[in-house]
């Protein structure tokens, strides 16, 4: 149904996509998979018309299609569902579904008209989901849904979704596996583009891998072994992803014990100790929700009224901010980059120095010098690319962002690491180099605290394993012992008096 | 690349447009004769001078995200109690400015509080204190501007060292300072941070609040001393001067390439844009243009240079 061929796309200084070739058939679901900065999000943007490319040709139903704006696209049956949801928040679901053509009344818009419209098509998916709420109201997962609604209502026979599965619960996402295959079956074309391996299997039915802005190969998914996509996808055999060389009994350098958040209502944290051994990385496993972070964020000091004391060699530390904490020793790199890490428009070089500014800027002489070192310093151990050191950091790809964040809280040299999530919307590629550096860093007597939703990467790096519900830990397993099975369990136990009640 | 070349090159258009407007200048032939000589220069730069002083406050508050309403009122109230502290209370002339400079502080430090520590707009806030200052103006002085003819005080405003205006040394030593403090300091990077994301400096360590107490005093001693400049000129404290004063600041810093949504800027850009709204105004008096037209023109001028910025900085991005 739709043919791209021999697309070439290039930005000043890079070439984003050479000769590249993708097909999609009518009522077939075509994962897109690469690293960070393969492409594919270049080539989704020349399909839905916000690029224009230089070369090549887009053919729909046979025939050749001049797609250079976004309504064009829209015109051939072209929908795409960006990451990052572009819903008016305050709007109702039928307002944000006829956004821009609301049906006209005598008196305006036909507020009783739209409603009932736009009910009628979320009912067809059976989403229980009512088109008079708000956009606030609704869940990631219901938001993404309403997209997908809204994105059908324009007649659309070719669906881009691009990595809609980033930040929904394991239901949602087989509620909106569900819905994909619905649409399939109507003879809509999907192409999905995702980072998990393991929904290839579930719901694409052929895979198209791009690297470095060429088209590596298109393969049959139910054919394909999964480390033969891994490969394809980073041009190296992968013959260890998890580099962990794992460390037992070493003597206990960290410890914490009866951390509280202090909160009355809302409670996340409730009577949690835990310790850390010298050269450890230490999992921290629980469903979201668990109060994993907000632990960190009490010990990383930066949540006020918490309670519970923290010693690290015996000696206990008075922590009152994130200062003191790295003055201690102990670094947190967050959970979410964008919100929490990132100052987007800033160069990396000033992400880089943000905590270590005191290196080389006083009295009122800026060592201009000493920055770049530091800077290039981080590039060189976290393997970082980057144009400059005077690229906005919002340009890098995220993998490459991770390593610009993890960077620059190692430049304080801490004892104690702890990690958000530190692989998450990151590619396979920089994810096995972060294992690595991970691995590197406890070798040379660095301690480190993950926290990770992703299972494998927990069983995987861990030497130990605690695992959270509400609030509280539930269990300690070490990697001897540790199964997707045992964490589970734990994470889903009942507390007693559970915190969040 | 050097630090002057980068300078030419993040300002281009700007600088073009200030070059284009001085050429423009000399070369017409009503303006000709009077718009490069020394007097007329210097008057440019002495009307330029307090939009300096507001502007340097102006781009770190706008750095940071947020907007300071407040300076043009502070103007008029920091002049009228410096006066009246001279003329009705019979204080040295020092003291008078003083405090005048330090009520503008005050009005900074009030500023900087509330928003550090509440979640209320700076916009909400500054409007408040606005309206605070400049009732505090007409209260005190009754709506009568205060007359004050002394030389020590027509000393700031209206004076010279040696064939420099006053004001326009002031105007170079704030902006050095500024300039310093913004870009060699560890508060100057903060502020950056802050304004570039909020959430992230806290994870940073970096006390989000006391680097807004310290930007919006900031502005406030600005505006204290733009008062202060301002009534020692006109020799006298009124509650009307520096009315729409916030507004001339905030299209110089505009102009200049700082950004509202904040986290980028910077002062070097502030500088020319003060340059181009100076010499907007002088270019249109020297021709003759009527006062009413002179808005237009300055509106539509401003809306021109930001438009133009607006198109390198998406061509730069694609």
């Known amino acids: 149904m739709l043919e791209m061929k021999n697309i070439c796309k290039s930005f000043p200084g890079v070439k984003a996509l050479q000769h590249v070739d993708f097909q999609l058939k009518a009522g077939e679901i075509h994962a897109l998979l690469g690293e960070n900065g393969a492409g594919k999000s270049t080539l989704i943007k020349v399909l839905g018309g916000i690029y224009i490319a230089e070369e090549g040709e887009i053919l729909i139903d046979g025939k050749p299609v001049k797609i250079n704006n976004v309504n064009a696209a829209r015109d051939n049956g072209i929908s795409i569902i960006h990451q990052e949801l572009v819903l008016v928040p305050h709007m109702t679901v039928a307002e944000n579904i006829f956004l821009g053509r609301e049906p006209m009344g005598k008196f305006g818009v036909d507020m009783r008209q739209m409603s009932n419209d736009a009910q009628k098509m979320l009912d067809r998916f059976g989403l229980g989901i009512q088109s008079t709420s708000l956009i606030a109201d609704l869940s990631i997962a219901q938001q993404q849904m309403v997209e997908i609604v809204k994105a059908i209502s324009f007649n659309c026979r070719i669906l881009v979704m691009d990595e809609p599965t980033s930040s929904i619960s394991d239901r949602e996402v087989e509620q909106l596996f569900e819905i994909m295959r619905g649409l399939a079956a109507q003879g809509v074309g999907i192409v999905y583009i995702s980072h998990k391996m393991s929904e290839l299997d579930e719901v694409c039915d052929r895979v198209t891998v791009l690297r470095d802005g060429t088209y590596v190969g298109t393969r049959v998914v139910r054919e394909t072994p999964r480390d033969e996509l891994i490969a394809l996808m980073v041009g190296r055999s992968l013959d260890q992803y998890y580099t962990r060389d794992h460390v037992k009994n070493t003597p206990v350098f960290f410890k914490a014990e009866h951390i509280d958040d202090g909160k009355k209502s809302h409670k996340r944290v409730n009577d949690v100790s835990f310790e850390v051994r010298e050269g450890e990385i230490v999992g921290f496993a629980g469903l979201v929700g668990a109060g994993r972070s907000e632990t960190m964020h009490c010990v990383f000091g930066l949540t006020r009224g918490s309670k519970g004391t923290v010693s690290m060699g015996g000696q206990t530390l008075t922590i009152k901010s994130p200062v003191d904490a790295m003055k201690y020793g102990i670094s947190l790199v967050p959970e979410n980059r964008k919100v929490e890490g990132l100052y987007h428009v800033q160069s990396v070089a000033f992400n880089s120095t943000i905590e270590v500014l005191h290196e080389f800027i006083n009295a009122l002489r800026v060592n201009d010098k000493r920055e770049h070192e530091i800077t290039q310093e981080f590039i060189d151990k976290m393997n970082t690319k980057t144009p400059s050191h005077e690229q906005a950091v919002t340009n890098l790809s995220g993998g490459n962002q991770q390593k610009v964040m993890i960077g620059r809280w190692l430049a304080t040299k801490p004892k104690l690491l702890i990690l958000d999530e530190p692989t998450r919307g990151v590619d396979v590629g920089a994810k096995a180099e972060i294992y690595e550096i991970m691995n590197e860093l406890t070798k040379q007597g660095m301690s480190i605290i993950m926290i990770s939703s992703e299972l494998p990467e927990i069983i995987n790096m861990a030497d130990r394993v605690y695992v959270m519900s509400e609030g509280t830990i539930t269990g300690c397993i070490d990697y001897e012992n540790v199964s997707q099975e045992a964490i589970m369990k734990l994470a889903t136990l009942e507390t007693a008096g559970g915190a969040n009640k | ?318």
């Open chain 2, 1 to 318: 690349m050097s630090k002057v070349k980068r300078y030419f090159k993040d300002n281009l258009g700007i600088i073009v447009a200030l070059a284009v407007m001085i050429v423009f200048l000399y070369v017409f032939p009503r303006t000709h004769s009077t718009f490069l000589t020394q007097t007329n220069i210097f008057n440019v730069l002495r009307q330029s001078s307090t939009n300096l002083m507001l502007a340097c406050g102006m781009t770190m508050v706008i750095i940071l995200g947020g907007i300071d309403l407040s300076v043009g009122s502070i103007i008029a109230m920091s002049g009228v109690l410096g006066a009246a502290a001279v003329v009705w209370h019979g204080m040295p002339e020092i003291v008078g400015i003083l405090i005048a400079i330090v009520s503008g502080v005050v009005f900074g430090l009030l500023n900087g509080f509330i928003i550090a520590k509440t979640e209320i707009p700076p916009f909400i806030v500054t409007l408040a204190s606005m309206n605070v200052a400049k009732g505090i103006a007409y209260v005190y002085s009754g709506g009568k501007p205060i007359r004050c003819m002394t030389d020590p005080w027509k000393f700031l405003g209206a004076g010279y060292v040696g064939p420099v205006p006053t004001p326009v040394v002031t105007m170079l030593i704030v902006f050095v300072v500024s300039v310093l403090f913004l870009n060699r300091t560890r508060i100057g990077r903060h502020i950056y941070a802050v304004g570039g994301n909020n959430t992230a400096a806290k994870f940073s360590g970096i006390s989000t609040a006391k680097v807004k107490f310290i930007v919006y005093s900031y502005s406030g001693l600005m505006a204290g001393l733009a008062g202060i400049t301002i009534a020692s000129r006109l020799y006298s404290g009124t509650c009307t001067s520096g009315d729409g004063a916030e507004m001339d600041a905030i299209a110089a810093v505009v102009v200049g390439g700082t950004s509202m949504s904040g986290g980028s800027g910077k002062l070097g850009g502030t500088l020319i844009g003060v340059l181009i709204i100076g010499i907007l105004n002088n270019g249109l008096n020297l021709m003759g243009v009527n006062s009413d037209w002179q808005y237009i023109v300055k509106g539509l001028v401003i809306l021109l240079a930001v438009y133009t910025d607006f198109l390198r900085s998406r061509k730069k991005a694609a």
